[in-house]
């Protein structure tokens, strides 16, 4: 009897050990893959939000449709140009004092010097552009929630986009309490929400949802 009860007694050290080492391991393990699971799909929300940003540069508005985008990088240039400072004569207030150059007139010249294609500009060498929409997660096969529109602030229309995922879809696979505990986030040091985003469909916003220190990892 006496042994049967240090079984017992030895079972339950073994088991009280086991949860107090899975509630100090778990939550460490947990964000060591979310760390790296952030990182690779900020990296991917930046080359579209890269994208975005030329898209609007050039044709005065955000998109909507990642084939449009992909087209766009595909075809599109940003024009090399020069500004410099010039002056003339204003003549109509010169011959309204009867001056010869009395007055002059400060203007901006812009010269287009050439063109450089925006898939070089942006992403190099690199087609990464072309699976920039794929959530980046082995065993995950989603896409990335592409939206745009335009929103009216004080009278004027702005164009906005937003691009995202659930952390639902990033976190696939892993502890469902801790994942709950992640969207529920709100610090200035995590990720907060239930998603990752770029952008915003109800504010002039086109930046990441991302503390800074995820900025650094996903440029390595």
């Known amino acids: 009897m006496k042994l049967i009860i240090q079984l017992?007694?030895?079972?339950?050290?073994?088991?009280?050990g086991w949860k107090l080492y899975s509630s100090v391991i778990g939550p460490v393990e947990f964000n060591k893959v979310k760390e790296a699971r952030y990182t690779k799909v900020i990296k991917n929300l930046k080359d579209i939000?890269?994208?975005?940003?030329?898209h609007k540069e050039i044709t005065g508005k955000?998109?909507?449709?990642?084939?449009?985008?992909v087209r766009f990088i595909d075809t599109a240039q940003f024009a090399n140009i020069e500004r410099r400072d010039t002056s003339y004569a204003d003549?109509?207030?010169?011959?309204?004092?009867?001056l010869t150059e009395g007055y002059f007139i400060e203007a901006v010249v812009i010269d287009t010097l050439g063109?450089?294609?925006v898939k070089d500009s942006l992403y190099g060498?690199?087609?990464?552009?072309k699976t920039m929409m794929n959530v980046p997660i082995e065993g995950v096969d989603a896409k990335f929630e592409l939206k745009a529109g335009t929103i009216e602030k004080s009278g004027t229309k702005y164009s906005v986009f937003e691009a995202k995922v659930a952390k639902d879809?990033?976190?696939?696979g892993m502890d469902k309490d801790l994942l709950q505990q992640e969207k529920q986030v709100v610090s200035v040091e995590g990720v907060n929400g239930p998603d990752i985003r770029v952008g915003s469909m109800n504010q002039v916003n086109t930046t990441g949802n991302w503390p800074k220190i995820y900025d650094s990892a996903s440029e390595q």
């Open 115 to 117: 063109f450089t294609p």
């Open 91 to 98: 003549v109509e207030k010169n011959k309204a004092y009867n």
């Open 169 to 172: 879809v990033i976190l696939k």
């Open 49 to 54: 939000q890269a994208a975005q940003l030329a």
């Open 62 to 69: 955000f998109t909507g449709s990642f084939d449009s985008l």
């Open 8 to 16: 017992l007694l030895w079972l339950v050290i073994i088991f009280l």
């Open 125 to 129: 060498k690199t087609n990464r552009y």
